[in-house]
């Protein structure tokens, strides 16, 4: 498991006002919460985008620095973007125990390809992401999902997924991970054999006009 670190400093404005000058002045307003409480703190907005570009998509741990001194492992949760420049305008970070187990959702990635998408004119359907629960040492960055023997008409549930070390999944053994459907074609009505009357509901030909 990977660790990433990233510093914080205390702010003590809340509410739009003292947000939108954070922004301006190259801030992230945001929120640590958990076992210690909510602390309101300023993230330097190039030091996050780095981070989260080294991370990617991955599920990770990051070591927070609160003001150079106080450090705190956690997770981030969750942040928001504004709807027009697609800058991040706040960020959720939950504070996480060593010693305490945690839930957390870890991205899906899809390993091979299937047979019935090769095979079998069939089109696989997968979930993005799986909730676990696990230490924090044990975190996955990912699950890794093979579908490679996948056929049409066949799933994978949670419960046939490799074990992983310290992992469980807290969901329904019975959630389907990943399928592969085929769609039902309609059938063409045959057409009608000589001599035989052609279905109720086809259109007669219009009288002609005297």
Do not use: W
């Not at 190039?46 to 927070?64: C, H, P, Q, Y």
């Not at 492992?73 to 060593?98: C, G, M, N, T, W």
């Not at 091979?112 to 359907?125: D, H, K, S, W």
């Amino acid at each position: 498991m990977k660790k990433y670190k990233l510093n914080v400093k205390k702010r003590d404005g809340i509410g739009r006002g003292p947000a939108r000058r954070l922004r301006a002045a190259g801030a992230i307003p945001g929120v640590i919460y958990g076992k210690s409480g909510s602390k309101p703190v300023a993230i330097d907005a190039v030091e996050f985008r780095m981070m989260m570009r080294a991370k990617g998509e991955s599920a990770a741990l990051v070591e927070i620095a609160v003001d150079g001194a106080e450090t705190l492992l956690s997770l981030i949760k969750d942040f928001q973007r504004d709807a027009v420049s697609q800058k991040v305008v706040h960020v959720d970070i939950l504070e996480v125990d060593p010693n305490v187990q945690m839930t957390a959702t870890i991205p899906v990635h899809i390993k091979g390809e299937a047979i019935g998408v090769l095979q079998e004119n069939a089109t696989l359907e997968a979930v993005h992401e799986i909730i676990v629960r696990c230490l924090p040492k044990d975190l996955p960055e990912f699950i890794e999902v093979d579908v490679s023997g996948l056929h049409a008409g066949h799933t994978i549930h949670i419960d046939a997924l490799p074990p992983i070390p310290g992992v469980t999944f807290p969901a329904n053994q019975n959630t389907v991970v990943a399928s592969c459907t085929v769609e039902k074609q309609e059938e063409e009505p045959a057409p009608a054999a000589e001599g035989e009357a052609a279905p109720a509901d086809a259109a007669a030909p219009a009288p002609e006009k005297k």
